[in-house]
């Protein structure tokens, strides 16, 4: 399954920090069904069979639903299961490196700050490139801050899609208008709610008014 523009319009990031007494699961398929178009599993503390048997789960659920499934960063995972892709940052393995072992076929999205690392990316063969923290997050404690003008620079500079990612939610995702983004990743503004699925919904429609996917 290959990344387009509408696919990348509500992409949803799991975090474990808000599951209570559901699953995974359970929480990211009534986000599908409130409206995410990809699913990122980003697992930093699960140990490696744990992770492995998490993402054959979840990697079975988007495919029931028909939408992306991107690993973060393990990228031994990530083929293991032959997901449809995977998401790496600037202090993971380089682009150029995981788009050999992945081959042409598989979605691979890179987190850039600036507009060199964002042309750099594309040149290295990224489909789509992750811009943030775009607002404060407690999501990532350590993403550094990105203004809504570089933002602008860096859609302008490529021309492959770029989503916006950091402390994104209903209440400010429409400063985003104009910027050139082809969607939103979000983490808190999905699973922290109290209905993930209704805040799916909302997140989407807002989405759609402020994206480029023409």
């Avoid at 990530?78 to 992945?102: C, E, F, P, T, Y």
């Avoid at 997050?137 to 916006?164: F, H, N, Q």
């Avoid at 699973?191 to 429609?205: C, D, H, S, V, Y």
Wanted: negative net charge; charged residues 25%; aromatic residues 4%.
């Amino acid at each position: 399954m290959k990344c387009d523009k509408k696919s990348l319009l509500l992409y949803a990031v799991t975090d474990r920090a808000w599951l209570n007494n559901e699953t995974l699961y359970e929480q990211v398929e009534k986000a599908i069904k409130g409206g995410v178009t990809l699913v990122q599993l980003r697992e930093k503390n699960l140990d490696e069979e744990s992770f492995l048997n998490e993402a054959l789960e979840i990697h079975k659920l988007c495919r029931k639903y028909n939408i992306p499934f991107i690993i973060n960063d393990n990228v031994e995972i990530a083929k293991k299961i032959n997901a449809d892709g995977i998401h790496v940052g600037q202090s993971d393995m380089k682009a150029g490196n995981v788009r050999a072992i992945l081959g042409k076929d598989k979605i691979l999205g890179v987190s850039v700050q600036t507009v060199e690392q964002a042309v750099l990316a594309e040149k290295e063969g990224a489909d789509y490139l992750g811009v943030g923290a775009i607002f404060p997050t407690g999501s990532k404690a350590d993403a550094d801050d990105v203004s809504i003008e570089t933002l602008k620079a860096i859609c302008e500079a490529v021309s492959v899609p770029v989503v916006a990612i950091g402390g994104i939610g209903a209440e400010n995702i429409l400063e985003l208008t104009g910027t050139g983004i082809c969607g939103v990743a979000v983490i808190s503004a999905i699973f922290a709610a109290g209905n993930i699925q209704k805040a799916a919904t909302e997140l989407k429609k807002l989405a759609k008014q402020v994206v480029c996917n023409d």
